[in-house]
Nanobody, 113 residues
Framework: VQLQASGGGSVQAGGSLRLSCTAS????????MAWYRQAPERQRERVAT???????DYAESVKGRFTINRDNAKNTVYLQMNNLKPEDTGVYYC????????WGAGTLVTVSS
């Protein structure tokens, strides 16, 4: 199994980024997928989830600012992040929350004020 996240970068508060995560090694279309983030010196937290049928759910801290979607033909899950805040800074990962495969390297998002 591989989970390859990309699209991170450094932005100012109020900016936007779109993250991508391409999966391999399992049947992607059958899995609920999620984005997680880990801020410095904090535990990893789930920020957005999308079921295999495309139903999204969000942590309160990102609701209204982040949008998760997926392309099963490309084995890819996306996270559109708008109106970014400094507290969104962290390494972002994707995984399947009901399976929890080995974590990939993630992609770093840095939001400056």
């Amino acid at each position: 199994v591989q989970l390859q996240a990309s699209g991170g970068g450094s932005v100012q508060a109020g900016g936007s980024l779109r993250l991508s995560c391409t999966a391999s090694g399992f049947i992607f279309r059958t899995k609920t997928m999620a984005w997680y983030r880990q801020a410095p010196e904090r535990q990893r937290e789930r920020v957005a989830t999308i079921t295999r049928d495309g139903n999204p759910d969000y942590a309160e801290s990102v609701k209204g600012r982040f949008t998760i979607n997926r392309d099963n033909a490309k084995n890819t899950v996306y996270l559109q992040m708008n109106n970014l805040k400094p507290e969104d800074t962290g390494v972002y990962y994707c995984n399947a929350p009901l399976s929890i495969y080995p974590w990939g390297a993630g992609t770093l998002v840095t939001v400056s004020s």
